[in-house]
C-alpha cells in the first residue's frame, strides 16, 4: 500500500470524486536565546496560548536534515537542553525544527515546551523498529491492541507534563507507516504499533497548524489527559492502511477539535476510555468534548465513532458543523456486553454527508475483547443521543442500522430535520432493534422504534447544550521569536 505525500496532486487522484478538495494550507553548550523582534521576512510568528522566552534550533544540536542521517540525539539533546525552562519561572522553551527532511526515532517532550516546524520541515519517523523502545500497555488496556503484551512507544511522547504546545507553519510528521503496515498485515509484530503523537497524563495540550502522514496507526493519541485543543491539523492515510485513526482523546476531558480536515483508513475521531475490565478498574471517562468544523473521508469507518473502548465512560461530546465524504458512516457508537459504563449525553447537529454507506449506526455486540477475563454482567447504558439538522446525499447501503442490547436497549435517541437521500430505493432502508426514542421530520421515515414524534419543551428540536465547556475559554496570543543563526542557514541551504 503505497503512502501518501502532501501534495495537491496526489489529493486530487485520491479524492477524485469529491467536490471539496482543501489543506490547512555545539549541541549542549549552545545558548537558548530570549526571544525578540524577528528579522523581516522570517517565519516569525505563530499563535498558542503561551508563548516561550527561550529558542533553540534543532540545527544547532547537530541535526541534518537531508532525510538519511538519523537524529535522534539531537531531537533527544534538545529536549534536555530546553527543560532547564520547564519549571515554574523558567519561561518555557521552543525547539525550532528548520527546513529539510529530520529522519529520527522516537523522542520526548517536556513541559512548558513548544514544537515548532517550518512549512518546509518534514519530521521523518525512522522505519527501523528496533529503534522502536517497547513500553508497557496502558493500565486502562491490560494489553496492546495489536497483540497480548506490551507496545511499541509513540514517535512523539509525553507523560505528566504541563503545557505541551506542537505547532507550526503547517510542517509534516511523516510516519512512514508503509512498513508497519505491511508487518501488521502478515504478522510479523510481536507488539502493537506506536502512534504519532501521544501526550499521557498531561495538563493543557495544543495542537494546530501541522500535517500529519502515513502513522504506523494511530495518529494523535491523549491519554489521561484535560484541557486539549487541537485545531488546524490535517491527516493523511491511504483509506485502507490499518487503525490509521485521526484524533483518538482517551479517558481525557475538556477537549476541543475543530478545524481539522482527515483522510484515514478508520475513524477519523474516536472518543475512548478503556477497555472491559481494564478500564472500568482504571475508571477514568471521556467527557466535555468539542468537535467542531471537522471533514472526514473515511470508506470503511466513521466521522465520529464512540467507543468501543468506552469502559471508564463516555458523556457530554458535542459535535457541531461537520462533514463526511465517501465515509462508512456519521456518528458510530460501538459497544457490547463486558464494556460496563455508559455513554450518555451525545449531541451531533448540522453535519454535512455526502456519499456515505449509511448515516446512523450503533452496535451493542462489538466483538473485541482484551481476553476471556471481561465481565460477562458487565452491560453499558446508552442514553441521551441526539442529531439535529443533517443533511446526507448519496447514501447507498442503508439509512441506518441501529442495534442496542438485548434487555438493555438503548435509550433517550432523538432525530430532528434529518433528510437522507438514497442512491436507489432498498426494500428495507433501516435496521433497529433494542433501541427507543423520538424523531421529527426524518426522511426515509425511521423504524418504528424511533417514530413517537418529539414534543414537549423545544418543540421539534431535539437537545443541544447551551452552556459553554472550560475548554471553549483558551485563546491564542501571537507570540513571536528570533531565528537563530544555524536556523536560518538551514532554511536557506535547504531550499
Known sequence: ????????????????????????????????????????????????????????????????GDGTTSNTAAFRAAVEHLSQYSGDGGGGGMLYVPAGRWLTAPFNLTSHFTLFLHSDAVILASQNISEWPVIAPLPSYGRGRDHAGGRYTSLISGSNLTDVVITGNNGTIDGQGATWWSKYKSGKLKYTRGYLIELMSSDTIFISNVTLLNSPAWNIHPVYSKNIVIQGVTILAPTRSPNTDGINPDSCSQVRIEDCYVVSGDDCVAIKSGWDEYGIAAGIPTEHVIVRRLTCVSPTSALVAIGSEMSGGVRDVRIEDVAAVDTESAVRIKTAVGRGAYVKDIYARRMTLTGMKRVFWMTGDYKSHPDDGYDKTAVPVVEGVSFQDVAATGVWKEAARMEGISGAPFKGICMANVT???????????????????????????????????????????????????????????????????????ARTTN
Open 420 to 490: 437522507m437521500e438514497m442512491t436507489k430505493p432498498r426494500k428495507v432502508m433501516w435496521n433497529c432493534a433494542d433501541v427507543e426514542g423520538v424523531s421529527t421530520g426524518v426522511t426515509p421515515a425511521p423504524c418504528g422504534q424511533l417514530q413517537q414524534k418529539q414534543d414537549g419543551a423545544g418543540g421539534s428540536d431535539c437537545p443541544f447544550p447551551t452552556d459553554k465547556l472550560a475548554v471553549d475559554e483558551v485563546t491564542v496570543q501571537q507570540c513571536t521569536y528570533s531565528l537563530p543563526k544555524a536556523a536560518t542557514v538551514a
Open 1 to 64: 500500500m503505497a503512502p501518501l505525500q502532501a501534495s495537491p496532486l496526489l489529493h486530487d487522484q485520491i479524492l477524485c470524486s469529491l467536490f471539496v478538495v482543501f489543506l490547512v494550507l555545539g549541541a549542549p553548550a549552545a545558548a537558548a536565546r530570549r526571544h525578540a523582534p524577528a528579522a523581516a521576512g522570517e517565519q516569525s510568528a505563530y499563535l498558542a496560548p503561551a508563548c516561550r522566552e527561550h529558542t533553540a534550533s534543532l540545527a544547532e544540536f547537530g541535526g541534518v
